[in-house]
């Protein structure tokens, strides 16, 4: 069974291949308990227990091939995408991404001339990422992402206090960021060249919550110094590309993501065909 | 027979919400360079490369820090190196309890003067700046568009803390001449500590005295370009690392040679005297 449709998994992956799932993951996505019925659905590969998923359960599912990267790419990868608390490495750290577009507000202090140059650079970014869509907002109502500054009304109370520029993200169960806001101190960034600089530094980095690199040069937007000449470099868009792909799981844990690397090489390495992953489409 | 593993993503994690701020542990050593174009690269150094789905990506390190400078000094004329670290770390270093780190700015200074500074006091430090132009790595112009500066010279009513008695001065005109007294800055540092925009204010009272006005202005400016520190007793009224500084016509040597250090080489990350003695002695 496994190889007649794995065979066919690589002309058509969407209609003809079995799903599974381990019991927990089943449990939490679904939100009820596996049955005597469901047991007979178990496959056991190595020490897991895999629910296999039904018709009804599946058709909310898209497979992507795993995308290959060496291993000094994920080495610089897992440095900006795993953002450790307090600096310290955790297993537990997740990525985080975006799932819906984002919708940016911008506050009525933020000038004509200063919207018009940030949105040129969200839409650079648009246009070479997949799955990262990001447009203004003209109503707040509609928006999931606001730019404002200090002399403005405060849209974020956990922003109050903060007497710089920070943006503060939210994200929920699945480490989907859903909500931001960016706060500048106009006061201190007095002019709109420190503005916009710091605006887009900031906005790059809530993408995917990163933590910024020491060792980058000061030209990536994924470095943490600062440059004149600034630009999102061939680099930070294969980082950023591949942040979006979904040649990977998303929202995983650093444990996790390791795990399904070593498992997916070791799968094309031994198998000469790639695992294929699959994502639940809300 | 192939077994081909299908993964699904379910997402269990909790939502939170977080600050931006996240850095990694600190390497002393220059920084990446990272280039689909080899031609981009000087290839002076030991290179690796990583493999995306679609293009080759060559990695290089900047070049190793140049102190050829801090050591020419060393040997010529060591009280000066004693200045420097002093000015610079402020006695610290990162076995202290608070440890002050190098501060360089990372682009050219443009400085915007508020319009109630007298003409002719602009003028004057115009010219007492002149001299530095040939500081490496380092460079100052003056602009009357505030959205182009990233250094903004500020009058306010706002009341300074007078420092003179930390800095030990009980004579009334000396303290009167300290620039803590009436006037202070505050720089706005990049992720690396470097400095990207400084705000330097001045309490209004100060326009009544113009020699004082230029004096301090001078000063201030001095001190800002590297976040320098004063030093208690040093006996050099003609630099500005002197609390009792005295109006100069023209940049003392000690502290041209100050500057030159400082910029003699640009470190992306800011180091601590325990990583400068680590570098001067490599």
């Known amino acids: 069974m496994p190889n007649a449709q794995g065979q066919e998994h690589e002309a058509h992956p969407h209609n003809n291949m079995v799903n599974y799932m381990t019991v927990q993951d089943y449990k939490n996505r679904f ?52 953002n450790h608390p307090n600096d310290s490495v955790s297993e537990e750290t997740s990525m985080k991404y975006w799932k819906d577009d984002l919708k940016i507000y911008f506050s009525n202090t933020v000038s004509k001339h200063e919207k018009k140059s940030i949105l040129e ?74 503005r916009l600089a710091k605006i887009k530094t900031l906005l790059f980095q809530s993408l995917g919550y990163f933590s910024l690199s020491k060792e980058f040069e000061c030209q990536s937007y994924f470095s943490n110094c600062y440059s004149n000449d600034k630009q999102l470099t061939n680099f930070d868009f294969e980082l950023l590309k591949y942040h979006y792909s979904y040649g990977i799981c998303k929202g995983t844990s650093l444990a996790t993501f390791e795990d399904q690397h070593k498992r997916a090489q070791k799968a094309l390495k031994e198998h000469k065909r790639p695992t294929y992953f699959s994502h639940i489409i809300d | 027979m192939y077994l081909f593993y299908f993964y699904i993503l379910v997402c269990v994690y909790a939502g939170e919400a977080q600050d931006a701020s996240a850095t990694w542990d600190h390497v002393a050593e220059p920084r990446l360079k990272l280039e689909d174009d080899l031609n981009a690269l000087e290839r002076n150094s030991e290179m690796a490369y990583t493999v995306s789905s679609k293009d080759t990506f060559y990695v290089e390190r900047g070049k190793p820090f140049d102190m050829s400078y801090f050591k020419t000094i060393m040997r010529t004329n060591p009280d000066l190196i004693g200045y420097y670290m002093k000015s610079a770390f402020y006695f610290t270093a990162s076995n202290s309890s608070y440890n002050y780190r190098s501060r360089q700015w990372m682009v ?3 400085i915007y003067f508020d319009k109630d500074i007298p003409r002719n006091i602009k003028k004057e430090v115009e010219k007492f700046y002149k001299n530095i132009e040939d500081v490496p790595n380092f460079s100052i112009s003056f602009t009357n ?41 505050t720089v706005i540092s990049d992720g690396s500590k470097n400095i990207m925009g400084c705000t330097l204010k001045i309490n209004k009272k100060e326009l009544e005295d113009p020699s004082i006005l230029l004096s301090k202005i001078k000063q201030g400016l001095f001190l800002s370009f590297g976040r320098f520190f004063m030093i208690n007793g040093i006996q050099l009224n003609e630099s500005f690392l002197s609390a009792t500084y005295e109006n100069q016509d023209t940049l003392s040597l000690v502290d041209l040679e100050i500057l030159k250090m400082h910029y003699s080489q640009i470190f992306d990350e800011s180091i601590d005297a325990s990583e400068f003695i680590q570098l001067l002695h490599h």
Request: proline share 1%.
């Open chain 1, 121 to 194: 650079f969200t839409h650079q970014i648009s246009n070479q990422v997949d799955s990262l869509s990001i447009y203004e907002a003209k109503h707040i109502k509609d928006a999931n992402y606001v730019i404002y500054y200090a002399s403005d009304f405060e849209y974020d109370a956990n922003l109050a206090k903060n007497k710089d520029a920070s943006f503060w993200v939210y994200w929920n169960g699945g480490n989907q960021l859903n909500k931001a806001f960016l706060k500048v101190n106009d006061e201190k960034y007095f002019s709109e060249a420190l």
């Open chain 2, 108 to 110: 050219p200074v443009k």
């Open chain 2, 145 to 185: 568009d505030i959205d182009k500066a990233n250094y903004q010279i500020k009058l306010t009513n706002a009341i300074m803390i007078d420092e003179a008695e930390r800095y030990g001065i009980t004579d009334e005109f000396k303290a009167r001449r300290l620039f803590f007294n009436g006037c202070n800055y």
């Open chain 1, 31 to 82: 939100q009820r308990e596996l049955t005597k019925q469901d047991s007979l659905n178990f496959v056991i590969i190595k020490n897991d227990t895999l629910v296999t998923l039904l018709e009804k359960d599946r058709y909310k599912v898209v497979s992507v091939a795993y995308e290959y990267k060496d291993d000094t790419f994920l080495k610089y990868y897992k440095e900006v995408a795993f």
